[in-house]
């Protein structure tokens, strides 16, 4: 078979697609992006499904099952957590059964054109960085690792038992293609806390988690923007199976990291800044990045949302590159 989802599943199994790799763009572009190119040509009234077949694109469909706060949050209760006392309060508005529900609800909409194979499907867990940090706010949460070690365990432990409920209840329904944990916990000079803190705080919850996804026939990665090179071996020991976006302005060289780490799954890595410097430059992105996409377990894509600074021009010049790419690395 020769469906999109089909290709997506062989690639993150390292198996051979018979006619090319996927082409999924997991974060397409900016909002202010498509609206340039709507003065350029796009149809104004376009959809999203529209926009991605407009560009011959593949699906991956998000199913988002946040275990964060909902709109139902009272006035009298602070969404800010300060306190074991301020994440009592809290609590009774995370982790909700209608957060799972609407997730199932999606599947079910979903399910028949998955089993097709129309598109892949991608879930979306909060992750044991970005949750915490969520809920306290930047400052607070780096000073909890070492202030409120207690609390922070707690609110991971009820996460990750969230996490598995979300995940078990999606697939009565369909097994989605992979799960990525939001973290975004690395930036361009790498990680955004030290491996010890990573080993203590967020591997065993991890490892509470990824057997269960993995047990149910899915492929668990991280979402994490910056320079991630040195936290790829904590992921990997944590059980994980691979990452993204893997930013090549933060320095990620994807011919390293498959030479360092050979079953590692990627998806990204596309430099976003060459889009609007021309076809000369595009393709020598592609160029690149042709010996990782021939190794299997990597999944092409732009390496975080198409800028507002490529033209509708450039990027249907991009689309062809990358689907001419695509179906040279399956030679």
């Not at 190119?37 to 560009?55: M, N, Q, R, V």
């Not at 320095?251 to 050979?262: I, M, N, Q, T």
Request: aromatic share 12%; charged share 25%.
């Amino acid at each position: 078979m020769n469906t999109a989802r089909d290709r997506f599943q062989k690639t993150l199994n390292f198996e051979k697609c018979p006619d090319r790799l996927p082409m999924v763009e997991w974060a397409a572009w900016w909002d202010l992006t498509i609206e340039r190119w709507k003065t350029e040509g796009l149809p104004k009234e376009i959809s999203w499904e529209d926009s991605l077949a407009y560009f011959d694109l593949d699906p991956l469909v998000l199913i988002g099952t946040g275990g964060g706060p909902g709109a139902d949050v009272p006035a009298s209760v602070s969404r800010i957590v300060t306190d074991e006392a301020a994440y009592d309060s809290l609590r009774p508005y995370l982790f909700t059964e209608s957060g799972i529900e609407g997730a199932l609800q999606h599947a079910r909409r979903l399910k028949a054109s998955h089993e097709r194979g129309e598109f892949s499907i991608r879930v979306w867990l909060d992750g044991y960085f970005w949750f915490p940090r969520g809920l306290m706010g930047i400052e607070q949460h780096m000073l909890a690792f070492y202030d409120q070690p207690e609390l922070m365990h707690r609110m991971n432990s009820d996460l990750a038992d969230y996490n598995n409920r979300v995940i078990r209840a999606i697939c009565t329904v369909l097994t989605p293609d992979m799960v990525g944990f939001a973290e975004d916990m690395s930036y361009n000079h790498g990680p955004m806390l030290s491996q010890g803190f990573f080993h203590e705080f967020l591997r065993p919850y991890y490892q509470r988690t990824v057997p269960v996804i993995q047990s149910l026939g899915i492929k668990a990665l991280v979402d994490t923007d910056g320079d991630v090179t040195t936290m790829i071996p904590w992921l990997l020991e944590a059980g994980l199976d691979g990452v993204y976006p893997l930013e090549r302005q933060a320095g990620v060289d994807l011919a390293l990291l498959r030479r360092l780490f050979p079953r590692l799954i990627m998806m990204g890595g596309y430099d976003k800044m060459v889009m609007s410097c021309g076809e000369p430059a595009m393709r020598a992105e592609f160029e690149r990045l042709l010996p990782v996409m021939r190794t299997g377990g990597y999944i092409p894509s732009v390496d975080h949302q198409t800028p507002p600074e490529v033209s509708l021009e450039n990027f249907k010049i991009y689309s062809r590159l990358f689907r001419e790419y695509c179906e040279r690395a399956v030679r």
